[in-house]
T-cell receptor, first 110, second 114 residues
Framework: ELKVEQNPLFLSMQEGKNYTIYCNYS?????LYWYRQDPGKSLESLFV?????AVKQEGRLMASLDTKARLSTLHITAAVHDLSATYFC??????????FGKGTSLLVTP | EAQVTQNPRYLITVTGKKLTVTCSQN?????MSWYRQDPGLGLRQIYY???????DKGDVPEGYKVSRKEKRNFPLILESPSPNQTSLYFC?????????????FGSGTQLSVL
């Protein structure tokens, strides 16, 4: 069964702290996607990771991909309230569908 | 402005009453897809389309129909809605799936079937 598992599913963190969200996937896909969803809103693409060892950074978020371990991480540096959202990872099975994880709900508190 | 437009944004209906959720994109994308989002389950793909007149089932196609007569439009049809189809629906498109392209999502349609 194709599966994408995110860890943790819920995360409450203080402003200024660092944390990492983990995404394990079970396919042999070599690409991994990260999306952000604000409450009541649509999904917005954050990162597309295309190869083993890929690392991408945007502001306080950094994503990486290890295809051998089938693991992607989303690292949050010095969190701020604006980062509060739900973060989804997704892999690509057969290239014609994105297989999403259940999402990590992040709450950044003062 | 490049976008994926879904209508309606909210819809309340009764069991068995046929409905259509429209989806249109203005980016000349080849690939379009429908997802449903349910609490605790993430997003699950219903149907996708690689191009005009080419559609295929996703993970949860039962109770849904789609058509792709034009490149820009990809409507989702519920012939006889049931309460278990109460969900948040998203349409998405990309230039060509399978080539590392990211998905652009519509604003979503919150459907309640009573």
């Amino acid at each position: 069964e194709l599966k994408v598992e995110q860890n943790p599913l819920f995360l409450s963190m203080q402003e200024g702290k660092n944390y990492t969200i983990y995404c394990n996937y079970s396919t042999t896909s070599d690409r991994l996607y990260w999306y952000r969803q604000d409450p009541g809103k649509s999904l917005e693409s954050l990162f597309v990771l295309l190869s083993n060892g890929a690392v991408k950074q945007e502001g306080r978020l950094m994503a990486s991909l290890d295809t051998k371990a089938r693991l992607s991480t989303l690292h949050i540096t010095a969190a701020v309230h604006d980062l509060s959202a739900t973060y989804f990872c997704a892999d690509s099975n057969s290239g014609y569908a994105l297989n999403f994880g259940k999402g990590t709900s992040l709450l950044v508190t003062p | 402005e490049a976008q994926v437009t879904q209508n309606p944004r909210y819809l309340i209906t009764v069991t068995g009453k046929k409905l259509t959720v429209t989806c249109s994109q203005n980016m000349n994308h080849e690939y379009m897809s429908w997802y449903r989002q349910d609490p605790g389950l993430g997003l699950r793909q219903i149907y996708y389309s690689m191009n005009v007149e080419v559609t295929d089932k996703g993970d949860v196609p039962e109770g849904y129909k789609v058509s792709r007569k034009e490149k820009r439009n990809f409507p989702l049809i519920l012939e006889s809605p049931s309460p278990n189809q109460t969900s948040l629906y998203f349409c998405a498109s990309s230039p060509r799936q399978g080539t590392n392209e990211k998905l652009f999502f519509g604003s979503g349609t919150q459907l309640s079937v009573l």
